[in-house]
């Protein structure tokens, strides 16, 4: 190929997304996207996270050397990762801020390879490397991270990424700036994380890990004290607990499943528990949509349903029946996370955003204790 590409890589548990984009000035143009299937056994020969680095790197390049003319690239942009809190945007990534990602992170997931990932491939290119809006991108305002406990104030932990890429589409839909946007995005996907938008900036949210509703291996927001009590049973290590909570949580839980078709067609089959579960969850995630709708005024721009479960119509009529009083409710199904990645390396490259150096300083005002 003789144009720069830009290439993303979005690291999963036992996948690597990996696209490659044509800057156009601010904008890109799609030219391939391929997931890279890991072998599961091969996966479980590793300890850690951070010892798939070499392993995960070997199959990005060997995928690049399999592209026919070669490739030659402008930049490389990797999901953020479980950074600590940042403000939204591009970072430049370094070996500092891939050291904390490796054996710093707020959370060890397979995101945080991201960073190790782009940064190797790009010094073998010999360009630039980027991460772009990591699900640490914290701009709650001092009034939404009071909890009710100095102990544990609030904070902002979601699908940031696709969420302010889908706000993005939104704004560009309507006719106007991002900045100047309202809005409730819904991501629902393998978690569910729900955030107002207001004027751009992710002001509220569920917490895609603690706060959200249940989704299909999550157990989001629990009350309190039970779960104080079963902390405290002697039935579960730390580790365990988590695993049950986190992974083992949510429709899983209940149903032996984390795939949302299977419960549709268990439904289907005139299976109420499964009827039950998924109804609960339908339940709590328009619960979460007009909590969230509560911080925009009730006066929305939009409501955005996106993620993996956004492709189910079952899931998309009860929400439109339950929510769509607050405005209207705009599709963005899957994923927009390589999309994204590009955009922000592209914004870079063209010169309208400048890439932030590590670590970076949120720009969110300190509580007063």
């Not at 991108?137 to 104030?153: K, T």
Request: glycine residues 10%.
């Amino acid at each position: 190929m003789s144009r720069s590409l830009i290439l993303t890589i979005n690291p999963g548990t036992t996948t690597s997304r990996l696209g490659l984009f044509l800057p156009e000035g601010d904008g890109v143009r799609p030219v391939l996207d391929e997931t890279i299937d890991h072998d599961e056994a091969a996966m479980a020969r590793f300890d850690s996270i951070a010892a798939q680095l070499p392993f995960r790197a070997a199959a990005v390049l060997a995928f690049l050397d399999a592209i026919p003319g070669g490739v030659r690239l402008a930049a490389v942009a990797g999901r953020g990762g479980m950074l600590s809190p940042v403000p939204a945007g591009v970072i430049a990534v370094d070996e500092a801020l891939v050291d904390f990602a490796l054996h710093r992170p707020v959370h060890h997931h397979a995101s945080n390879l991201g960073a190790p990932l782009a940064l190797r491939i790009a010094e073998a290119a010999g360009c630039p490397a980027f991460v772009v809006d990591p699900v640490s991108v914290d701009e709650l305002p001092p009034v939404a991270r009071i909890s009710g406990c100095p102990d544990i104030p609030r904070f902002s932990f979601v699908h940031a990424l696709n969420i302010r890429a889908c706000g993005r589409k939104l704004a560009a839909q309507l006719g106007k700036p991002f900045e100047d946007l309202d809005a409730v995005v819904a991501h629902l996907g393998a978690g569910i994380s729900v955030a107002a938008i207001r004027k751009g900036r992710i002001v509220d949210s569920t917490n895609r890990m603690e706060a959200s509703p249940f989704s299909p291996e999550r157990a989001g927001g629990l009350p309190p004290m039970p779960l104080i009590d079963l902390c405290y049973s002697g039935r579960f290590t730390k580790d365990e607990l988590k695993r049950r909570l986190y992974g083992q949580g949510g429709v899983f839980a209940y149903l032996g499943t984390k795939d949302i078709r299977r419960v549709e067609a268990m439904i289907a089959g005139g299976d109420e528990p499964a009827r039950l579960v998924w109804e609960a969850m339908v339940y709590q995630i328009a619960k979460a949509i007009g909590t969230m709708a509560a911080v925009v005024d009730f006066r929305p721009d939009g409501v955005i349903l996106t993620g993996g479960m956004a492709h189910s119509e079952r899931i998309v009529a009860a929400l439109r029946e339950r929510v769509g009083a607050l405005g209207p409710v705009t599709l963005y199904p899957g994923s927009h996370e390589s999309e994204a990645l590009a955009l922000g390396a592209a914004r870079v490259l063209a010169g309208v955003e400048a890439a932030r150096s590590w670590p970076v300083t949120p720009e969110v005002e300190a509580l007063p204790w």
